[in-house]
């Protein structure tokens, strides 16, 4: 392969990259766990926003470069604070 081929294919990847985090910027809110991990850091930081979320971490923006981070197994029951 050329590199020229190879440089395109890259971009490619990396513009279906971004413009699939811009369609899809976070998870269905009709997952109940979120909802009630959303409304939970809702309560303690009003402000918060979800910034990110990958398969191990969510990150919560609670005021301009401040973030809180939880770990992806907060979403289930047993550690949900009810």
Known sequence: MSIAFRKKESILFFLA????FAFFPEPNNTIEN???LTKEVSKKYPKS???????????YEISKH?????????????NINK
């Open 49 to 59: 926003k979800l910034a990110y979320f990958n398969d191990q971490y969510i990150f």
């Open 34 to 36: 979120f909802t009630i």
């Open 66 to 78: 401040k973030y809180l981070v939880r770990k992806i197994d907060d979403l289930f029951e047993s």
């Open 17 to 20: 990259l971004i413009l699939g």
